[in-house]
């Protein structure tokens, strides 16, 4: 598997609290991804980072935040939770930003925002 | 706008038969395809890519074809196995833009002994 870990794995929150979601890889690709997954939508991208500080929106966001410091990690904030965005988040990474570079996926980190 | 069809109803099929899972695409002419394969509870894992000039790919049991007439990838799963059951995804791309696959939501595969 490729070493990509995620943290915390699970998380229960209160609407209106910052949450901060990490990935940590080992595989030194340069892209990585984070992406939410609830029924009926399937796989959504919310940001993406192409190097370290180099970030740009993904498709749904709005009320995230991203970073990226060093190659090995990618942080997802949520600065203000809502119940809205109760959700499996999932981070990934990739060798090659090019159609044929495959995707490898985190375990994933479940947040509930009551 | 851009839209990924699969099908929402399980599959359900024999052990030993072939799988056929459908992905349909509109208003996209992606120029590749990749396809996933979830199991509960855990992140997608990479099966197979195939490219616009490329009409079929194999790999092992897995077979996957990109017809752009049609707008469609077929993926199939030869002699099929319980262990095959989980949910298939599929990830059109487009070139030019940001190369990122935009996933469709996946079909159930469920393979009976």
């Known amino acids: 598997d490729a070493g990509i870990t995620q943290s915390p794995r699970h998380k229960v929150t209160e609407t209106g609290t910052p949450v901060t979601l990490r990935c940590h890889q080992t595989e030194n690709h340069r892209y990585m991804y984070w992406y939410r997954q609830d029924p009926g939508h399937g796989l959504r991208l919310i940001h993406y980072s192409y190097g370290v500080k180099d970030t740009d929106k993904g498709e749904v966001s709005d009320g995230y935040s991203v970073s990226r410091s060093k190659t090995e990690d990618f942080l997802l904030t949520l600065e203000s939770a809502t119940s809205s965005q109760t959700s499996v988040y999932f981070c990934?990474?990739?060798?090659?930003?090019?159609?044929?570079?495959?995707?490898?996926f985190g375990p994933g980190t479940r947040l509930t925002v009551l | 706008s851009q839209k990924i069809e699969q099908n929402s109803e399980a599959l359900n099929i024999q052990e030993g038969k072939t799988a056929t899972l459908t992905c349909n695409y509109t208003n996209y002419s992606p120029a590749y395809l990749q396809w996933y394969r979830q199991d509960p509870g855990r992140g997608p894992v990479f099966l197979l890519l195939i490219r616009e000039n490329e009409k079929e790919k194999r790999k092992e049991r897995l077979k996957v074809t990109f017809d752009t007439t049609l707008k469609q990838s077929l993926f199939h799963i030869t002699a099929s196995q319980p262990a095959d059951s989980a949910t298939y995804l599929c990830?059109?791309?487009?070139?030019?833009?940001?190369?990122?696959?935009?996933f469709g939501r996946g079909t159930s595969l469920i393979v009976h002994p």
């Open positions: 990934a990474i990739s060798e090659f930003r090019q159609g044929e570079g495959e995707q490898f």
């Open positions: 990830a059109p791309i487009l070139s030019g833009g940001s190369y990122i696959p935009t």
